[in-house]
């Protein structure tokens, strides 16, 4: 079965300071990998997915730039944060053979 | 665009009540519905839909998809405050992308 790493747990980042979120995938090979972002008690919205190395899709237009430079690792980035990009992310990872769908534990980013 | 629309946006109820959240959705290229218990961290997965008119049962939890009128239903019996959370409808497309609704905060007061 998969499993997610993800670090930092929190974060708390000034405006204006760049942003680097990992996330790492074991038990499985060539997964599907997602960036998700939730507001405050509500609902999580798709920011990046990937299907492959080096291509990554972005669903919104945002602050926020992702990449995947090894199969198994996918990078959320920022060159300038923003007070907006305050929220919970989450790294997901699919497997396309057995519609598995695994959450990394998250990264409850706070912009000061 | 595809959506996933739940509701009630929040709910709040007392131990032992029985409580039906509601999930509808408008998408291109359905495979599944799933449901998703978050609690603090990330969400922990409840249930997989993918036939009309079967329920899956587990425990106090059980869920039901209607694929003709586009939504699914999660019911909980006798809630205890451990059922407190927020509860996340989405739907896997063809590609497993996955489109979440915004979620229905449970509050179960003792």
């Known amino acids: 079965s998969q499993t997610i790493h993800q670090w930092p747990a929190t974060l708390v980042q000034p405006v204006g300071s760049p942003l680097s979120l990992e996330c790492t995938v074991e038990g499985t090979s060539n997964p599907n990998l997602y960036w998700y972002r939730q507001a405050a008690g509500r609902g999580l919205q798709l920011l990046f997915y990937?299907?492959?190395?080096?291509?990554i899709s972005s669903e919104v237009p945002q602050n926020l730039s992702a990449s995947r430079p090894q199969d198994r690792q996918f990078i959320l980035s920022s060159k300038k944060l923003l007070l907006s990009d305050s929220g919970f992310y989450l790294c997901?990872?699919?497997?396309?053979?057995?519609?598995?769908?695994?959450f990394g534990s998250g990264t409850r980013l706070t912009v000061v | 665009e595809d959506k996933v629309v739940q509701s009630p946006l929040s709910l709040v109820v007392h131990e032992g009540d029985t409580v039906t959240l509601n999930c509808s959705y408008e998408?291109?290229?359905?495979?599944?519905l799933l449901w998703y218990k978050q609690e603090k961290k990330a969400p922990t997965f409840l249930f997989m839909l993918?036939?009309?008119?079967i329920e899956k049962k587990s425990g106090r939890l059980s869920s039901i998809l209607d694929k003709k009128e586009l939504f699914s239903i999660l019911n909980i019996t006798a809630t205890q405050t451990g059922d407190s959370a927020i509860y996340l409808c989405a739907v896997n497309l063809y590609g497993n992308k996955l489109v979440f609704g915004a979620g229905t905060i449970l509050r179960v007061k003792s």
């Open positions: 993918t036939s009309s008119g």
């Open positions: 990937s299907v492959g190395i080096g291509q």
């Open positions: 998408v291109t290229n359905f495979r599944s």
């Open positions: 997901a990872a699919s497997d396309e053979r057995n519609y598995g769908y695994t």
